[in-house]
């Protein structure tokens, strides 16, 4: 089977003023890296990836690097080729498809929340030995705690903790735009659980995000059409936030923790920016089978 190169199905959007996403995946029948499970594919591409850049004039801040030094290698062509000249890095969280573009941005100011840093550090031999391998894994040169005020150009803003699917996020608000870069805090069709013994706490989090002033959502996981229209409303914190619920009654109801994915979520579907997309029920059964290993721990 003839694959695709890396990068070459990425797709720009605009979604925003002076935002860019870098899209690429969900393409039907296509897996761009290989026919054995691995992160690429099955935690990026099939499901659908966006990062994205913020620019005003000479400035960029790059949202994560993406899952591929050609993916990295794209993005800072098209900044480039826009008269930019001046690029720092945000990543929003230590995962492998947020982190996978790092090499192309080693002369530039990567930051991270410490957290972030340190599952970096701890997890090099494990990334770098990984399907496919991050090697070198460059690390964030700048780290910060709970939160950081930017500047891009004139462009106020804002990072800050969470810790939503995993302990070390870092999201992005631009407040004058009333917009929220998700990073994997908010996932379309659903969350992806990495850390299902802190779940509890992802709704802590959740709970707190939903006092924010902001209208719109754009997630790294996501549908393109979606992202291409301009973002998902405030909805997709409720539809996680019911989703979790749910996974956390699963050890204690077996009907529940049966049913697919269309089922589980059909409510949430119907009620809430979070649409049904089929390849999300593998995601949904690992989500379920982790919540009630967790619980018999």
Known sequence: MTRPLLGSTMRLVRPAPNVI???DGRVDGIRIWSDEPNWLDDGAYTLGICTYAIVDGSQAL???THISLPHARFIRRTLEEMGVTSICVVLSHWHDDHIAGNEVFQDCEIIANRLTAAALERGRAEIEGGNPPIKPLVLPNTMFEDSLSLMVGAIPIELRQVEIHSHDGTVL???NARL????DTLEDSVTY???PERLAEHLVDLDRMSGWQFDRILPNHGSFEAIEAGSYDRSLIAATEAYIRKLLA???DPDLARQDL???GADMFAATAAEYFAPYEAVHRQNVAAAVAAKSR
């Open 180 to 183: 929220l870069l998700a990073g």
């Open 62 to 64: 790059v949202y994560d």
């Open 193 to 195: 659980v990495s850390e």
């Open 262 to 264: 269309k089922t589980f």
């Open 21 to 23: 996403g870098f899209y």
């Open 250 to 252: 699963c050890p204690h």
């Open 173 to 175: 608000l631009m407040p």
